[in-house]
Protein backbone atom coordinates (compact mmCIF):
# COMPACT_ATOMS: atom_id res chain seq x y z
CA UNK A 1 0.00 0.00 0.00
CA UNK A 2 1.15 2.79 -1.14
CA UNK A 3 2.03 5.90 1.97
CA UNK A 4 -0.53 9.20 1.99
CA UNK A 5 -0.45 12.27 4.36
CA UNK A 6 -2.37 12.18 7.45
CA UNK A 7 -5.38 14.92 7.05
CA UNK A 8 -6.16 16.31 10.08
CA UNK A 9 -8.89 18.14 8.66
CA UNK A 10 -10.95 15.41 7.11
CA UNK A 11 -10.70 13.84 10.86
CA UNK A 12 -12.42 16.52 11.78
CA UNK A 13 -15.05 16.91 10.11
CA UNK A 14 -15.37 12.96 9.78
CA UNK A 15 -15.98 13.47 13.81
CA UNK A 16 -18.30 15.81 14.00
CA UNK A 17 -20.98 14.10 11.27
CA UNK A 18 -20.40 11.29 13.22
CA UNK A 19 -21.03 12.98 16.30
CA UNK A 20 -24.24 14.26 14.47
CA UNK A 21 -25.33 11.09 13.07
CA UNK A 22 -25.03 9.59 17.00
CA UNK A 23 -26.98 12.33 18.23
CA UNK A 24 -29.78 11.18 15.76
CA UNK A 25 -29.53 7.54 15.96
CA UNK A 26 -30.00 8.41 20.23
CA UNK A 27 -33.10 10.45 19.66
CA UNK A 28 -34.22 7.68 16.86
CA UNK A 29 -33.70 4.60 19.10
CA UNK A 30 -35.82 6.52 22.00
CA UNK A 31 -33.04 6.99 24.56
CA UNK A 32 -32.60 10.87 24.22
CA UNK A 33 -34.58 13.74 22.91
CA UNK A 34 -32.55 16.28 20.73
CA UNK A 35 -34.29 18.93 18.78
CA UNK A 36 -34.37 19.22 15.28
CA UNK A 37 -31.66 22.04 15.09
CA UNK A 38 -28.80 20.35 16.79
CA UNK A 39 -27.49 19.56 13.57
CA UNK A 40 -26.95 22.87 12.49
CA UNK A 41 -24.33 23.95 15.31
CA UNK A 42 -23.05 20.49 14.73
CA UNK A 43 -22.47 20.09 11.33
CA UNK A 44 -21.81 24.01 10.77
CA UNK A 45 -19.19 24.36 13.62
CA UNK A 46 -17.09 21.35 12.72
CA UNK A 47 -16.46 21.93 9.24
CA UNK A 48 -15.58 25.52 10.12
CA UNK A 49 -12.88 23.74 12.79
CA UNK A 50 -12.07 21.12 9.94
CA UNK A 51 -11.02 24.14 7.74
CA UNK A 52 -9.15 25.80 10.50
CA UNK A 53 -7.56 22.28 11.38
CA UNK A 54 -6.67 22.37 7.27
CA UNK A 55 -5.61 25.70 6.44
CA UNK A 56 -3.10 25.54 9.89
CA UNK A 57 -2.02 21.63 8.19
CA UNK A 58 -1.11 23.53 4.72
CA UNK A 59 0.76 26.40 6.35
CA UNK A 60 3.04 24.08 8.65
CA UNK A 61 3.25 21.69 5.84
CA UNK A 62 4.57 24.07 3.60
CA UNK A 63 6.38 26.49 5.57
CA UNK A 64 9.60 24.77 5.25
CA UNK A 65 10.39 21.76 2.92
CA UNK A 66 9.86 17.96 3.43
CA UNK A 67 12.62 16.23 5.25
CA UNK A 68 11.75 13.38 2.98
CA UNK A 69 11.87 14.78 -0.53
CA UNK A 70 15.42 16.60 0.02
CA UNK A 71 13.94 19.61 -2.03
CA UNK A 72 13.13 22.76 -2.08
CA UNK A 73 8.38 23.45 -2.33
CA UNK A 74 7.11 23.79 -5.98
CA UNK A 75 6.86 27.14 -5.78
CA UNK A 76 10.79 28.16 -5.04
CA UNK A 77 11.72 25.55 -7.63
CA UNK A 78 10.32 27.52 -10.51
CA UNK A 79 11.61 30.73 -9.55
CA UNK A 80 14.84 30.66 -11.57
CA UNK A 81 13.72 32.48 -14.65
CA UNK A 82 11.81 29.16 -16.49
CA UNK A 83 8.28 29.12 -17.26
CA UNK A 84 7.32 25.91 -15.66
CA UNK A 85 9.94 25.15 -13.48
CA UNK A 86 10.61 21.62 -15.00
CA UNK A 87 14.14 20.32 -16.39
CA UNK A 88 13.92 20.07 -19.91
Known amino acids: ?3 HDVQPGK ?9 TAV ?12 PWFV ?8 LCLAGATA ?5 IRHRRPSPRSGRAPEH ?4 DGGI ?4 E
Open 84 to 87: SGRP
Open 11 to 19: LVAGFFLTL
Open 76 to 79: NRAS
Open 39 to 46: AIPLVTGG
Open 55 to 59: FLTHA
Open 1 to 3: MLR
Open 23 to 34: VYAGDAGGTWEA
